[in-house]
């Protein structure tokens, strides 16, 4: 049986994208969000907010998605919370890329505000070795 999904934290750059995200993973999925908008801001503050997901932007100013995955796996509190990309960057050799630098999964932006908590709970399940 999966630990069960809580805390979401979203980062990502956009503050409209993170009002979205945090709205439907809230009213739409039941989660607790707490949103950030740098990468900086995310290795400094995700080891104290103590997610159980991180949905992060990849493209961001200052600290990319890619480089802010790389600081908060080193953080060893956060060593185990799987790491989602959020992105318009999805042709296939993109994807590999992010999965292979320790991505659970990739979800393709804009997102579907409706469909996006039921396909993070399945990337959660998936990676729990449940689907």
């Given at each position: 049986?999966a630990?069960t999904l ?5 980062v990502?750059?956009e503050?409209?994208i993170?009002?979205?995200a ?11 969000v707490?949103?950030l908008?740098?990468?900086v801001?995310a290795?400094a503050?995700a ?7 991180i949905?992060?932007?990849?493209m961001?100013?200052g600290l990319?998605?890619?480089?802010t995955?790389?600081d ?9 919370v799987?790491i989602?990309?959020m992105?318009?960057r999805?042709?296939p050799?993109e994807?590999?890329k992010?999965?292979?630098?320790g ?6 932006k804009?997102f ?7 396909d993070?709970?399945k ?5 729990h070795g449940?689907?």
């Amino acid at each position: 049986m999966a630990p069960t999904l809580q805390h979401i934290l979203c980062v990502d750059d956009e503050p409209d994208i993170l009002e979205v995200a945090q709205l439907s993973l809230e009213a739409v999925g039941g989660f607790q969000v707490t949103c950030l908008g740098s990468g900086v801001e995310a290795v400094a503050k995700a080891a104290s907010i103590k997610p159980d997901l991180i949905l992060l932007d990849v493209m961001m100013p200052g600290l990319d998605g890619p480089s802010t995955l790389q600081d908060l796996k080193k953080i060893p509190e956060l060593a185990h919370v799987p790491i989602v990309f959020m992105t318009a960057r999805v042709q296939p050799a993109e994807v590999k890329k992010y999965l292979e630098i320790g991505a659970i999964a990739v979800t393709a932006k804009p997102f579907d505000a409706m469909a996006l908590a039921s396909d993070i709970t399945k990337t959660w399940e998936r990676f729990h070795g449940q689907s």
